[in-house]
């Protein structure tokens, strides 16, 4: 079902970045997000984990560009990687973008060093259900101890749940889109419990509300999500 993700990025040649997530949380704020769940700017280094074609490292880069000092990025999709390899920003002394799929063993061993801070937004919510788990221990393995993972996500009763039509659900919390991609909704406790089996370390986790506005129905949907930082032990 992963596979739909490479079809996704085929059908829109990269230019449609994520035809769901950019519209939830517009590309100039996901920056932020970093910004404000790990402040420090430092020499430290990041990984974007299903980065997509990069809507958060090149924002991240043009507005703070010493924020790292060096930036990773992986997606399963080998076109939304091309894509990142092509854009103006990609420096490859300081950017590494590579193919991954972070449900498999393994998945990081190419990855030169252990980074300081993972990203992972609207990404396990692509993931199977039986698969989140690995592949949140698969991600705890490029960490390094004491870095951080920063996660957002679509929570359980968030609007697009609630509008999916009958016949979409394949399961409690999780459906099918137009688009043959999958979508997981997830609770604040659902994330615990798997963090913690992960064994990683909950430093924040809530429920964050926000609207996105939908011009074309001309109405602003409230929009729940959940937000994460979560710390591997030293
Ligand atoms: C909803 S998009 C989010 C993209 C990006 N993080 C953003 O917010 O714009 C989900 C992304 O996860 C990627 N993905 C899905 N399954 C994956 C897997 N098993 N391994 C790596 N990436 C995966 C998809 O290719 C897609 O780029």
């Not at 700017?41 to 703070?64: A, Q, T, Y």
């Not at 963090?195 to 909950?202: H, K, P, R, W, Y």
Request: glycine residues 4%.
């Amino acid at each position: 079902m992963t596979e739909k993700w490479v079809i996704v990025y085929e059908h829109h040649d990269g230019i449609l970045i994520c035809p769901t997530s950019t519209t939830v949380l517009p590309v100039h704020q996901r920056h932020n997000l970093v910004t404000f769940l790990f402040p420090a700017k430092c020499d430290r280094s990041l990984l974007e984990v299903g980065c997509g074609v990069g809507n958060l490292i090149f924002p991240l880069m043009e507005d703070e560009p010493n924020a790292f000092q060096k930036i990773y990025a992986c997606d399963f999709s080998k076109n939304a990687i091309d894509f990142v390899k092509q854009h103006p920003l990609y420096d490859t002394s300081r950017v590494e973008a590579f193919e991954a799929d972070i449900t498999l063993t393994g998945a990081f061993n190419t990855l030169s060093d252990k980074v300081d801070v993972v990203t992972l937004i609207f990404v396990l919510s692509a993931i199977h259900p039986d698969k989140v788990l690995a592949s949140l221990l698969n991600i705890s393995t490029c960490l390094k101890p004491g870095g951080v993972i920063l996660f957002r996500d679509y929570a359980v009763n968030d609007m697009t749940q609630i509008r999916f039509k009958p016949g979409h659900k394949i399961d409690q919390h999780l459906y099918m889109r137009q688009d043959g991609t999958r979508t997981l909704f997830f609770t604040v406790d659902k994330i615990k419990e798997i963090v913690q089996s992960a064994g990683l370390s909950v430093i924040d986790l809530c429920y964050v509300h926000s609207k996105t506005v939908n011009k074309r129905e001309d109405i602003d949907l409230p929009r729940t999500f959940v937000q994460g930082k979560f710390c591997k032990n030293v």
